[in-house]
């Protein structure tokens, strides 16, 4: 069975200043990773994707995050955040030998942005 | 392109009272379709998927229900709700077959549900 573990429920950082978000997950088969962020009251948004092919992936708003294997991690980062990046983030894994293609979700980063 | 709908956005209904969401997906055909729920301060929880007409998995007990009676409606019903039914319900549609093994889930705008 797979997992995934964001290892901080909130993220606190000054604007301009790098942001750091951190992933683990566990999976027996070559997994599928993806980053969506989710704005209050709204659907979740695609940040990002690993899908086996460039183990760092460039996604949106200049996020982007690097497939670590030996070290079972997907961590997001971006150089310098901005106001309109607080939000909460969910680290997913899909399984490809899930069945309908299920996603597991983490239990989610809540990121505050300070002026 | 495909566009996800939900609605109502938001649902304030009282206790014991029936429930209908709806979930329609346009641009597509034969889609992958999903029912989550988000309860305040928490994660996702998958409650049913659909891969075809008819075709509904359920992914924990409950008080729900899901169908799945046109190629790209899902809809999401009880028939008595509970205080515990509130949280933010978020459909989702992913490509099916071997399409889906690289393609990501995209998510609706998401339902409101406030049981009083």
């Known amino acids: 069975a797979q997992s995934v573990t964001q290892l901080d429920s909130h993220v606190s950082v000054s604007e301009g200043t790098p942001v750091l978000l951190r992933c683990n997950y566990s999976?027996?088969?070559?997994?599928?990773l993806f980053w969506y962020v989710q704005h209050p009251n709204k659907g979740l948004q695609l940040l990002l994707k690993?899908?086996?092919?460039?183990?760092l992936v460039k996604g949106i708003n200049g996020f982007e995050a690097e497939f670590k294997k030996s070290e079972t991690s997907f961590h997001l980062t971006k150089p310098s955040a901005h106001m309109s990046d607080a939000a909460e983030y969910f680290c997913?894994?899909?399984?490809?030998?899930?069945?309908?293609?299920?996603?597991?979700f983490g239990g989610g980063t809540r990121v505050l942005v300070k002026p | 392109s495909q566009t996800i709908h939900q609605w109502p956005a938001t649902l304030v209904q009282p206790v014991g009272s029936p429930l209908s969401l709806e979930c329609t997906v346009e641009?597509?055909?034969?889609?992958?379709l999903y029912w989550y729920r988000q309860a305040a301060g928490r994660g996702l929880q998958l409650l049913f998927y659909?891969?075809?007409?008819?075709?509904i998995s359920s992914e924990v007990p409950q008080n729900l229900s899901a169908s799945r009676p046109q190629d790209r409606q899902f809809i999401l019903s009880s028939k008595k709700l509970l205080l515990s039914d509130s949280g933010f319900y978020l459909c989702?549609?992913?490509?099916?077959?071997?399409?889906?093994?690289?393609?990501?889930?995209?998510f609706g705008p998401g339902t409101r549900l406030t049981v009083l």
């Open positions: 641009g597509t055909s034969n889609p992958n």
């Open positions: 989702a549609w992913t490509q099916s077959g071997y399409r889906a093994l690289i393609h990501e889930q995209f």
């Open positions: 659909s891969v075809g007409i008819g075709q």
């Open positions: 997913v894994v899909r399984v490809i030998k899930a069945a309908g293609n299920k996603l597991t």
């Open positions: 690993y899908t086996s092919a460039a183990t």
């Open positions: 999976s027996s088969y070559s997994p599928s």
